[in-house]
Nanobody
C-alpha cells in the first residue's frame, strides 16, 4: 500500500518561495501535484515520471514551479518560486502505479491528505 505524505506548506508573501515534499514509500511510477482552492475543483499542477526525466506543468505555473524526485529517498518535490495569491490552495501529492505521466486526477491511484499553501498579497 502506498501512502503519500506531504509536508512543507505554510504562509508566504507574494513573490516568495516554498518547497513542498511528498514521501511515498512503495513501488510508484509517475507522481504529481494537484491543488484545490476554496470553492474550486481540484486542478493539475505538475507531474513527473518514474525516472524524473519527463515532467509537465499546467500553464499558470510554468517558469515558476519545478517538480523533481529523489527515488533513493522515495520523495517528490515541488519547488514553488514567485508565488502569487492565486496559488493559495491545498496542495495534494498523488502517485500512480503505471508508467508515464498522469495529467488528470483519474490517472492516479494514491493520494496524500494535502498541505495548505497560503500566499498573502
Amino acid at each position: 500500500q502506498v501512502q503519500p505524505v506531504e509536508s512543507g506548506g505554510g504562509l508566504v508573501q507574494a513573490g516568495g518561495s516554498l518547497r513542498l515534499s511528498c514521501t511515498a514509500s512503495g513501488r510508484t511510477f509517475g507522481c504529481g501535484w494537484f491543488r484545490q482552492a476554496p470553492g474550486k475543483e481540484r486542478e493539475f499542477v505538475a507531474a513527473v515520471s518514474r525516472s524524473g526525466g519527463s515532467t509537465d506543468y499546467t500553464e499558470s505555473v510554468k517558469g515558476r514551479f519545478t517538480i523533481s524526485r529523489d527515488n533513493a529517498k522515495d520523495t517528490v518535490y515541488l519547488q514553488m518560486n514567485s508565488l502569487k495569491p492565486e496559488d493559495t490552495a491545498v496542495y495534494y501529492c498523488a502517485a500512480r502505479i503505471r508508467y508515464g505521466l498522469g495529467l488528470s486526477a483519474s490517472a492516479y491511484d494514491y493520494w496524500g491528505q494535502g498541505t495548505q499553501v497560503t500566499v498573502s498579497s
